[in-house]
């Protein structure tokens, strides 16, 4: 959806971000980065991993359906190198930490989050804040691009 979105150059509706909205990263699932390319890449693949290969396989078709062979390797290098610092944190969490801030008296003005995965801290946080300063970014590239057309 979002290379799509990206090829047509037009922003999501509001259904569309809430099916981007559903992406929670790859977090500890090393097996993204297994060859996917054709079935013969199964042989690879762990046995814990293999009920996996259908879905990794499809993203990887994907990617290199939508973008240059250039463009394939960098979404993986980039997934590769936040696959084991990509962690996904429920909402209750989040908002739980927004009103211990909250209840203590303290309002942040400006928001950074340099790992944002699909803006859940960004958007829970400024809730409270509408004039909070905030930037967001994410080091891989295909959250990256789910993020900025989730939040478009």
Known sequence: MAFELEKTNRKAIPEEREILERYCGFGGLKCILNPAKSL?????WTKSDIELFPMVAELHSIIRSNTTEQGYKQYISSLKNSILTAFYTPSDVIKALSDALRNSGVTP???LDPSAGQGAFTSVFQSGSASMDVMSFE???LTGKL???SLS
């Open 109 to 111: 003005q400006r928001f």
């Open 40 to 44: 013969a890449d199964v042989s690879l």
């Open 147 to 149: 993020l900025s057309h």
């Open 139 to 141: 080091k891989d590239q």
